[in-house]
Each structure stands twice: as C-alpha cells, then as structure tokens.
C-alpha cells in the first residue's frame, strides 16, 4: 500500500462542506468518486480540516493509501478530468506511511475577506463577507491582540463543536485594509468549530463601533457563547492552508490571498 497526501482548492459555495453527506453533495464526495475512477478501488480520504458549507479552501491537505500503482501526473491531472469545476487536484505527492493529514498538521492559518460598502457588490457574492457599516481597523487590531494566545475559547466555539477541549492557541490574527476590502489573517495549531467566523464577527461589532475593543477579553474570558457576537457569514472564509513537519515537504501558505489563487 501506498500512502498519498493531495493539495486541493475548492470553492465553497458549491459544495455542503467537506465532510460526506447522505445528498452526495459534499467535497470529499466528489473527490473520493474521482479517485475511485482512476485507483480503480474505493478509496477513503482523511483532511487536515472539515470545512462547512460555503468555506473555501486555497490549500486543503488530504491524505489516502491505496494498492494502485499510478504516476502523481494521474493523480492531479486524471482526478481533475473526473471532478466538477469547483474543486482541483492542484498537486500530490507520495509520504510515509505515518502522514496524517488531520493529527500530523502543526499549524492552520485561514484568511476571511470582508467587503465593506454601504452597497453589496454581487460579483463578491460567496467569495466575501459584507459590512454595510465601515470599520475601524484600529479598534480591531487593538481587540484581537486581546485574544493572542492560548486560550478556552468557549465562547467562540459553535454548539455542534465535537472537539474534546476548547482549549486552543492563537498564533496570529493580522487585520489588512486595501480599499473596501479588509482580510483577517489567523493562524492557530487548530480551531474550534466556527471559532474563526465567530471571531470575525466580534471583530466587526468592535469595529463598526457597536463595542469597545476591551469587550473581546471580556467574551473571552466569560466563555460563554451566548453573549458573544454572531457567527458571521461562511462565504468570506478560507482555509489558506496547513504545516506539517518539514520533512514531509508539503507546502503550507504563500504570501497574499492574490498570490495563492494564482500559485
């Protein structure tokens, strides 16, 4: 048996998440029907992340064994002949046999865009969340250095959460203006479910003014998710990608969003 580890982008909008659903409409569906042709075998995925409906991914790492003897040229080029436009194989690479896609990942880093516009504009429709109110990019800096760190985010995880600890450690939470459009950079050893988007929606209460910054500490420090902000939209948010352990050398994240659509 061999083990394999694939690369793949996926727009989000298309598909009911990663995870396999009942209705077949799910990425790792679609993906594991399109392996299934060229391995000629069933083959089982595993990901570093299950995303949701509606979340993108630049760098989605996944890994699989199979008996199949097949050139990595079939596994990028001949898996994407199978899948619809929405997702690709974008590369692949033979690993050891210990690899894991999910438990190996030493590090996430997601990236949300957020259109700010009294105005949506349509063309950004399920590529970025929207504010009809401006935001303040100080205000939020100066709230989500407050989250820096290791943590409980109780607060920032979803009901359905299944993860055995709400505990988890921050790395980074860069905020960018260019334009209308704002990005939030965060990079943490794993998330919560929904804990990204529930951080961005925070954010933006304390951006538009409708919070002060020292309100994320105190969210945080209460752990309590019903007094928190919404959870904001899943269309702005993108899994940019995963590290693992360099000796594996897989690629992690490149520089601006830009950049990793057109890597």
């Known amino acids: 048996m061999t083990r394999l580890a694939l690369t793949l982008s996926y727009d989000g909008s298309r598909f009911a998440g990663w995870q396999t659903q009942p209705s077949r409409d799910a990425v790792q569906d679609c993906v594991e029907a399109a392996l299934r042709v060229v391995a000629g075998e069933p083959i089982a995925t595993i990901c570093a992340g299950r995303t949701d409906a509606g979340v993108h991914a630049l760098r989605q790492v996944i890994h699989f064994d199979t008996a199949a003897a097949r050139p990595l040229s079939a596994w990028v080029r001949g898996v994407n002949s199978h899948l619809p436009e929405g997702v690709a194989v974008r590369a692949a690479q033979t690993v050891a046999p210990d690899f894991h896609a999910r438990f190996g990942a030493l590090r996430r880093r997601y990236r949300y865009l957020l259109h700010v516009s009294p105005v949506r504009h349509p063309l950004l429709a399920g590529r970025a969340g929207w504010s009809f109110r401006d935001v303040d990019t100080e205000r939020m800096s100066e709230a989500a250095a407050l989250l820096m760190g ?70 945080l420090a209460g752990r309590d998710r019903r007094v928190a902000a919404p959870t904001f939209d899943a269309a702005g948010l993108y899994l940019e990608g995963v590290q693992y352990d360099a000796s594996h050398q897989l690629p992690s994240w490149g520089g601006s969003l830009a950049t990793e659509w057109l890597a």
């Open 150 to 219: 290791e943590h409980d985010f109780s607060a920032f995880r979803s009901s359905q959460c299944q993860a055995a600890s709400p505990v988890r450690r921050l790395e980074e939470l860069g905020i960018e203006r260019n334009g209308a459009l704002v990005s939030f950079c965060v990079t943490g050893n794993a998330f919560l479910h929904h804990m990204v988007r529930n951080i961005v929606g925070l954010l933006v209460m304390i951006g538009t003014g409708r919070r002060e910054p020292a309100w994320a500490a105190q969210v």
